[in-house]
């Protein structure tokens, strides 16, 4: 039989025999038969056997005209798989390979040991067979010995009977000390800059039997290495503990990695992305003297990120400890940290500050001057801390430092005034003048201006808001411009409105101002927006998205017929207001024209118009014909829509974990589109929930009546917690009573995760206030049932109303605490009660608060000397002297 039958026929024994009489010619030309059958092959793997594949491969490794020719074939990543690597499998490789000449299998081996990586398991066993079998000299390029170690180390196989070579042992150890090739290739291996030198190997290398290799140098390796890579290898660097000296020896590359280390932190970023790089310098365990040397640095990173902060921290207090740092440093890095947020930087600051004063006497006064840093501290419970730090050490830091101490307990706040007035002899002279509350300048409306007067305004108006302008105005102005123009000229209006016209609007889950997109459409395509059309009615929007798209989809077909000059419930003011002369006005002109407003526009004007008792327009009111007009008339004699309460009954007595608003619902007559009904009518859980965060239009959809919104949108939608607070000062800015839903967003709004959402409900809470319109016993009474419930958890809360208190409206959140302290404190308080009194501590003596609270002065009375008990005496004491005070 032919070689290629004998392959065809899966008979490997059959191919090996036939290789041994073919003459290189022969062996050449059956080279050519088989890369094409090889061809045909790969093409249809599953057809053939693994029999039949080790019959091709054997036949393709045997006609390799010369040693170079089959170190090329050994190399391709196709046939290193499929030779079989280091098992019986591929025994007929050495049967093929034994048939040249042993000068032939050693120019092999060689080539082989240029070339061979790391992983190529098959071709290292059979390259050591070749070693051993031939007695050529061992390779020693970077390739072989990266290989070589790799083989030893975590991918080390057993031979089979058919390969030499090979080493026994349990771990990476065993194997060098039994391995013939140690003594010379380790050295070269380890002192090589280009050898693959995988970090687990220094590590295990490391615990080899002395005299395997100098640890010097392998150290100096493991710290080049480290100081080349990210720091993924410090768990091998713990295995190498190295000696003093060792230590000494490796400065230079340690102190590089230690600068890499440092550079690195300096850059800060996530607990995450940083804590590998802090393990590192944990395991590297730098002496003092290297940490000192780069304690500039140290004191950079106590800006950082806490882990950073921590870590630097440890480190400049332990060299403080031992004086090798100034002085001055210490002073500096109090002033870095101890106005930090974070309590335990600030607590180990100041027991930091309090042994060195401790050790070293004399240095009393500059730490009593750096402590008293933390006496502007947010945190009451740090400032008192900081105060018995300075009393501690008062009388050894002298009488010098008294005058500027005494400056800085002046911001210690009422609670600790007295101990401070005692400690630093201050003199006591009473309460403090009350503060008035610093609240915003109320916000006035803004009028809308008049319609847009070209086709060039109207298509830039329409290019912002479809680019994503969320303001109501620009949103109005430009839809009625649509409408306006589509009437005038609409050919005019299409040219110009084709840069507009060709990108869509971003994908939203929620009808948007953006989907201004399909009525600019509209003006040249009759075809409908599938986006509005397929998603409307579906229960996917907000109940106003709803009204919002029906206004569209209307807005639309007016455009398309150019039946209706203007729109009727283009706003007055930026609130969405409409005032009802102008609505009457234009009525008036719908009825000159001959125009039936679209049902939509009506409801949405009437929904938005501002109701008045001037007699002279319901006068003009009840003089219109048509039957927009009559409707108009009667809407406005009845006071427009009546309101609806939202508060539901014994709702702070009922535990419940969702506190629903009410949402009693009207019966509209005559009769509104169906949008309006679903918005205003009796209360139909929602199917699908709005992910989209509420923008100003759903308040200016109903600008008299934010409390509905509120109660329909806001809670019946799903509050991510990421973006839904944007909505509020809008809300706060719209009319209407604020009832129990508006004040409820504002409850939920305290307990934002996002320190970047908290502003946005401070601001509104600010609004309502100025307007007079915050209940703040309302809103502290809901406050109290969410984070009792754990909707709220209180640290967010004291944060939000720290922020609230910082901008002066101190008599506000006093009132919002007044409020909820005793659903909060009751037989036990709440997890973090003692921060809320602080805060109500600091709040009740700036307003002049006085009276009392029940629940205070029971915690007040009990005994023990806990925060909360400390802080409600401290309340309790405020409240009460204020009250003297007002006697």
Same mark, same amino acid.
Request: proline share 7%; hydrophobic share 45%.
């Given at each position: ?235 091998? %660097? ?5 000696? &003093?000296? @060792? #230590? $000494?020896? *490796?400065? /230079?590359?340690?102190?590089? =990695? +230690? !600068? ?20 590192? %310098? ?5 002496? &003092?003297? @290297? #940490? $000192?040397? *780069?304690? /500039?640095?140290?004191?950079? =990173? +106590? !800006? ?40 335990? =930087? ?542």
């Amino acid at each position: 039989m032919s070689l290629i039958e004998l392959v065809e026929a899966g008979d490997v024994a059959g191919v090996v025999g036939e290789l041994g009489r073919l003459t290189p010619a022969q062996r050449k030309e059956n080279d050519v038969a088989l890369a094409a059958r090889r061809a045909v092959m790969n093409t249809e793997r599953d057809r053939y056997s693994a029999t039949e594949m080790n019959a091709q491969l054997a036949a393709e490794l045997g006609c390799q005209d010369s040693a170079a020719a089959a170190a090329d074939w050994l190399c391709v990543i196709e046939n290193r798989r499929a030779v079989g690597g280091p098992s019986e499998d591929g025994a007929w490789m050495v049967d093929v390979i034994d048939s040249r000449p042993i000068e032939w299998r050693a120019e092999l081996a060689g080539l082989l040991g240029e070339r061979v990586q790391t992983g190529w398991t098959s071709v290292f066993a059979f390259l050591e067979h070749l070693v051993h079998d031939t007695g050529c000299p061992v390779p020693t390029s970077d390739a072989f010995l990266g290989s070589w170690l790799g083989d030893r180390g975590i991918g080390h196989q057993e031979r089979p009977a058919h390969l030499k070579g090979g080493v026994r042992g349990a771990d990476l150890r065993e194997r060098l000390l039994e391995d013939p090739w140690t003594a010379r290739l380790l050295p070269l291996a380890v002192a090589r800059p280009g050898v693959d030198l995988p970090l687990q190997n220094l590590a295990e290398i490391s615990l080899a039997e002395p005299g395997l290799i100098d640890r010097d140098v392998l150290a100096g390796r493991c710290y080049a290495l480290l100081s080349d890579k990210a720091p993924w290898g410090s768990i091998q %660097l713990k295995a190498m503990e190295l000696t &003093p000296a @060792e #230590h $000494a020896k *490796v400065s /230079g590359p340690r102190v590089e =990695l +230690l !600068d890499r280390c440092l550079e690195r932190l300096l850059q800060d970023g996530t607990r995450m992305a940083v804590g590998p790089w802090l393990y590192l %310098l944990r395991v590297m365990a730098p002496a &003092p003297a @290297e #940490h $000192a040397a *780069v304690a /500039g640095d140290y004191l950079a =990173l +106590l !800006d950082g990120s806490p882990p950073v902060a921590e870590y630097a921290q440890e480190i400049l207090a332990g060299l403080d400890e031992i004086g090798l740092v100034e002085r001055e440093l210490v002073g500096e890095a109090g002033e870095r940290v101890l106005l930090r947020p974070e309590k335990k =930087l600030v607590r180990a600051q100041l027991s930091w500050l309090d042994r060195a004063a401790k050790r070293d006497p004399a240095r009393a006064g500059q730490v009593v001057m750096a402590v008293a840093t933390a006496f502007d501290h947010r945190d009451a419970a740090l400032r008192e801390r900081a105060l018995a730090v300075v009393g501690r050490h008062l009388k050894a830091a002298g009488e010098s430092v008294l005058p500027e101490l005494r400056a800085a307990a002046e911001r210690l706040g009422p609670a600790l005034s007295a101990r401070a007035a005692e400690l630093l002899g201050m003199p006591s002279d009473g309460a403090a003048e009350p503060l008035a509350d610093v609240l915003p300048v109320v916000p006035e409306p803004r009028p809308v201006p008049g319609p847009l007067a070209t086709v060039a305004e109207v298509a830039e108006e329409v290019a912002a808001v479809v680019a994503g302008d969320q303001d109501v105005v620009a949103f109005e102005r430009a839809l009625d411009g649509l409408v306006r123009h589509a009437h005038l000229d609409r050919a005019a209006l299409a040219t110009a409105l084709k840069p507009v016209s060709r990108e869509e609007p971003r994908w939203r889950f929620d009808c948007a101002p953006e989907h201004l997109y399909a009525v600019a459409r509209a003006v040249a395509d009759p075809e409908p927006y599938e986006y509005l059309h397929r998603r409307r009615g579906t229960g996917q929007f907000s109940l106003t998205g709803e009204l919002l798209a029906a206004r569209l989809v209307e807005a639309g077909e007016l455009v398309a017929s150019g039946t209706q000059p203007f729109l009727l419930a283009v706003p007055t003011l930026s609130t969405g207001a409409l005032d009802a002369a102008v609505l009457v006005e234009r009525l008036a002109a719908f009825e000159g024209l001959g125009v039936t407003p679209g049902p939509v526009d009506l409801a949405q004007a009437l929904l938005r118009v501002t109701p008045t008792a001037d007699r002279q327009v319901l006068s003009s009111a009840e003089n219109l014909g048509s039957e927009a007009g009559r409707r108009t008339a009667a809407w406005l004699r009845a006071g427009g829509l009546p309101h609806q309460d939202s508060e539901p009954p014994d709702w702070d007595t009922a535990r419940k974990r969702w506190r629903s608003p009410a949402r009693p619902g009207l019966t509209l007559d005559p009769p509104m589109p169906k949008e309006v009904a679903k918005l205003l009518g009796p209360y139909e859980r929602r199917k699908h929930y709005v992910v989209d965060p509420p923008q100003a239009y759903w308040f200016a959809q109903l600008p008299h009546h934010r409390d509905v919104v509120a109660a329909r949108d806001y809670f019946e939608s799903c509050q991510n917690d990421r973006g839904w607070t944007a909505a509020l000062p809008f809300m706060a800015e719209s009319g209407g009573p604020a009832g129990f839903a508006v004040h409820m967003a504002l409850a939920e709004s305290t307990g934002t995760s996002r320190p970047a959402d908290r502003g946005p409900a401070v601001d509104a809470m600010l609004v309502l206030a100025a307007r007079g319109q915050l209940d703040a016993a309302l809103l502290g009474r809901q406050i109290a049932a969410l984070v009792c419930e754990g909707g709220v958890l209180a640290n967010r809360l004291v944060e939000t109303l720290r922020i609230m208190a910082d901008t002066g409206a101190y008599g506000t959140v006093w009132s919002v605490l007044e409020g909820a302290l005793p659903g909060l404190l009751g037989d036990k308080p709440v997890r973090g009660a003692a921060e809320l009194l602080a805060l109500a501590v600091e709040c009740a003596s700036r307003c002049g608060a006085s009276g009392e609270v029940a629940e205070v002065t029971a915690v007040a009375r009990r005994t023990g000397s806990s925060l909360v008990v400390k802080n409600a005496r401290a309340l309790r004491e405020v409240l009460l002297r204020a009250g003297h005070a007002a006697r």
